[in-house]
């Protein structure tokens, strides 16, 4: 016997609740050999994915192509049978299932062939990227509306020839009945599902690319997805959570890249405050330095650009003013040498950053007490309250961020990788850096563990209580704060490089982390403060575009630190030179991918096309991983010693068996 009496008796109430589900020895031992069963099946395939910033069309596209996973599935099967264009055809029904089938149909001669043919294709593809999971777990992923069907033709064996029959009869039957675009949409969604057993986004899904919102409504309906929490994503939760200075600072952000859609039409919020303010103070006067970055490949009004640029000069000079008095209440922030505004000196039109006076392009700054510079004055007041309060009321975007709440964190410990955006800071010595928190110093994991209950305080913690106005604070340092961990850099020059030109004063020093962590004892060490103390443990990191065009790869530190901020932001794809990584992890091994641009969704169903990717294996484990080597394994472990002690209990007499409930047939 493996367990003893008393161990049985003191967790006799477990194993009562237990009995529940599993009535007797015969159902606890089939549960025991299913769950050992899956102990053994190769460990699903994680996908991990950073730095999305708005660009909603290449993203959808990547999470529909599995980021070029499924063309893979379908060149493996058809490769010998298929010629190249006929594939593409085949992987593009899939990616876009209901846009394709209606211009495949009109295109098509004999449609019911077509249909016979395209489902059978289909159904194989299905086949192939169940056949690593048990037939349960299958199940599971199917539509409700076509699960018995669908679990019908992928376990029926067609080689048989009594099968066979049965087999092209449902397929008949579904063309007959005329179900085959629903079923061709159920196939095509369940083989995107099945790609992808878990999605890691690794931070920044916000800010700069026009839509992040439409990326939000993505990632909602995915079947599993985790988030490690970006700056620019935390900047947003500080916003909803109705911070004034986070909400200036998104407005900011996004008034720099011309971007008013995201927030006007994905989110609702009522911009005509700030536009009827920015024109009544900033009208005649002179914004050149406010002027919003644009895109080359667009036209826009000269007259909107001028409004945007007034804009932009509005909600920079309050936002200035408010990150001043956030530094102001919170010496513990470190940040003094941000305050810049009491600086200015109006006759030399100069500013003192150090001990040196720079020259300032502008300081006409109207609405700026050079006694009070941190005061908002009482219109600047009334819309900070206004814009709070549509951000406030946002229902989507309330909505998106308390998913961001629910499904994410600071970091991620998962199958012995480290999930986080930004750094763990380090000190100048390589030493884990102390913060000092309410009296407490803390460093390393402890830090990380207090900063992520701060960014929750910050969102739910009960209106004008003294923990909420610390939480929001908190989410702004946590944005641009010296050293923060999704920041990771002594300080954000959003002053300088708006209003004074000498490019010198723009540099952001890097914590001294980017520098340790080129060396693997480093990233070990980082590794095994968060319990990860594993041959096959890595960091993985984005927030930092690896320039791929110099050369640089996104591996470092002998393979312990993994970089995927390839640029899908289009701003940043110059200076990285291809538009985005996955990195994915299988029960193979690791590889990374990277995305060629791409041209947007109406090109790639018309004519196609996909993103290009090219996909490099960078480590590749003895043995297939099993899922009992996986987090998951550990789950299934510790139920798999209950289900044994359970029949021992069982069998000893000290719980009675029931007849099990007949299950009920179809
Ligand atoms: O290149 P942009 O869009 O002007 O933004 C520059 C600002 O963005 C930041 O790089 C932060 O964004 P990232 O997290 O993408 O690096 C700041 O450090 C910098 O001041
Ligand atoms: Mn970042």
Redesign the pocket.
């Known amino acids: 016997m493996q367990y003893s009496q008393p161990e049985i008796m003191e967790n006799l109430r477990y194993l009562k609740a237990l009995s529940v589900q599993y009535p007797n020895v015969q159902a606890a031992c089939t549960e025991i050999i299913n769950l050992q069963a899956i102990l053994n099946l190769p460990k699903g395939t994680e996908h991990f994915m950073s730095?999305l910033?708005g660009e909603y069309e290449a993203f959808n596209h990547i999470l529909s192509n599995a980021s070029g996973v499924i063309r893979e599935k379908v060149d493996i099967l058809f490769s010998k049978t298929l010629p190249a264009q006929e594939r593409a055809v085949l992987a593009t029904l899939i990616y876009y299932p209901e846009e394709k089938l209606k211009e495949l149909k009109e295109s098509t001669g004999d449609l019911e062939e077509w249909y016979r043919i395209t489902l059978n294709r289909l159904i194989e593809v299905c086949r192939l990227v169940g056949s690593k999971y048990t037939r349960s777990k299958v199940r599971k992923a199917l539509p409700c509306d076509f699960e018995y069907i669908i679990d019908e033709l992928l376990h029926t064996n067609y080689d048989e020839l009594n099968k066979e029959t049965y087999y092209e009869n449902i397929i008949s039957t579904i063309i007959d009945i005329e179900r085959a675009d629903e079923f061709i949409l159920a196939l095509s969604n369940t083989i995107k599902r099945l790609v992808v057993d878990r999605l890691h986004i690794v931070g920044?899904i916000f800010d700069?690319g026009p839509r992040a919102d439409i990326v939000m409504d993505s990632l909602m309906e995915h079947h599993c997805v985790d988030i490690q929490w970006?700056?620019?994503d935390i900047l947003w939760m500080g916003a909803a959570a109705g911070s004034r200075t986070c909400i200036a600072n998104v407005l900011n952000?996004s008034i720099?890249?011309h971007n008013l859609e995201v927030v006007e039409i994905g989110y609702g919020i009522n911009l005509r405050p700030l536009a009827l303010f920015a024109a009544e103070t900033y009208g005649t006067k002179d914004v050149s330095c406010f002027l919003p970055?644009l895109l080359e490949s667009r036209y826009y009004n000269p007259k909107d650009v001028r409004l945007v640029a007034c804009m932009h000069k509005a909600i920079a000079v309050i936002l200035f003013k408010l990150e001043g008095q956030i530094i102001l209440r919170n010496p513990s922030f470190q940040m003094e040498d941000r305050l810049l505004l009491d600086k200015i000196d109006y006759q030399r039109r100069t500013v003192r950053i150090g001990d040196r006076d720079y020259p300032l392009k502008d300081c006409d700054f109207a609405t700026v007490d050079p006694q009070n510079p941190y005061q908002l004055t009482d219109e600047e007041t009334l819309l900070m309250e206004q814009l709070k309060f549509s951000f406030l009321h946002s229902e989507k975007l309330q909505r998106h961020v308390q998913f961001l709440y629910s499904k994410g964190g600071m970091y991620k410990c998962c199958n012995h990788n480290l999930l986080f955006h930004g750094c763990i800071p380090l000190d100048r010595d390589g030493s884990f850096q102390q913060f000092d928190c309410e009296g407490k110093r803390l460093s390393g994991r402890a830090f990380l563990d207090y900063t992520e209950q701060l960014a929750r305080q910050g969102y739910n913690a009960p209106p004008h209580s003294r923990e909420r106005l610390r939480g929001k604070d908190f989410l702004w340092f946590l944005w641009?704060g010296r050293n923060s961990p999704l920041?990771g850099?002594d300080k954000?020059?959003?002053f300088e490089?708006l209003l004074v030109d000498d490019p010198s004063l723009w540099a952001?020093e890097k914590n001294p982390y980017y520098h340790f962590t080129a060396e693997e004892e480093t990233c070990v060490r980082i590794l095994r403060e968060f319990g990860l103390d594993h041959p096959h443990a890595h960091i993985i990191n984005g927030?930092?575009p690896v320039r791929s065009k110099d050369g640089e790869t996104p591996v470092k530190a002998n393979g312990r630190l993994i970089v995927i901020d390839g640029g899908f932001c289009r701003?940043y794809q110059p200076v990285t030179g291809i538009a985005g990584y996955t990195l994915v992890y299988n029960s193979h091994g690791i590889r990374i991918i990277s995305h060629a641009p791409f041209d947007g969704a109406r090109d790639a169903i018309r004519n196609n096309r996909d993103i290009l990717s090219t996909s490099v294996i960078f480590e590749t484990m003895e043995n297939r991983i099993k899922v009992g080597e996986a987090d998951e394994g550990q789950g299934i472990q510790e139920n798999i010693q209950g289900l044994r002690m359970l029949l021992e209990a069982y069998r000893c007499g000290i719980i009675k068996e029931t007849a099990k409930k007949s299950p009920g047939r179809r």
């Open positions: 730095d910033h920044d700069r970006g700056n620019h952000n720099t890249y970055k641009c920041f850099r954000i020059t959003t490089r952001e927030h930092v701003a």
